[in-house]
């Protein structure tokens, strides 16, 4: 099994940064595909980036493209989200998650959420 802890999230205006982080659990961490998923309320939950296991692919959603990017060190057992240019539209609850398959399989595994509220 996998447990992960997000972390970073917070309040920023809009145009600024804000970087997350994914601590996961377990040894066989690098074995696993990792995303970022965001759910705003009222909102059904949304892909926002997506990493394979070794790290050499990557992808993102359409809100994300060009201001995200996301990215993992297996030595650490860590996965990070870099937000550039930060929207009031962006402001959810940004959860991680571990899939066993590729990015764009199910994901298995599920972190509890850090909120970033994004102020215009």
């Known amino acids: 099994q996998v447990q992960l802890v997000e972390s970073g999230g917070g309040l920023v205006q809009a145009g600024g940064s804000l970087r997350l982080s994914c601590a996961a659990s377990?040894?066989?961490?690098?074995?696993?595909?990792m995303g970022w998923f965001r759910q705003a309320p009222g909102k059904e939950r949304e892909f926002v980036a997506g990493?394979?296991?070794?790290?050499?692919?990557?992808d993102y959603g359409h809100s994300a493209k060009g201001r995200f990017t996301i990215s993992r060190d297996n030595a650490k057992n860590m996965v990070y989200l870099q937000m550039n240019n930060l929207k009031p539209e962006d402001t959810a609850v940004y959860s991680c998650?571990?899939?066993?398959?590729?990015?764009?399989?199910?994901?298995?595994?599920w972190g509890q959420g850090t909120q970033v509220t994004v102020s215009s």
């Open positions: 998650a571990a899939a066993y398959g590729s990015i764009w399989d199910g994901y298995d595994y």
């Open positions: 990493i394979s296991s070794t790290g050499a692919r990557t």
């Open positions: 377990g040894r066989t961490f690098s074995t696993y595909a």
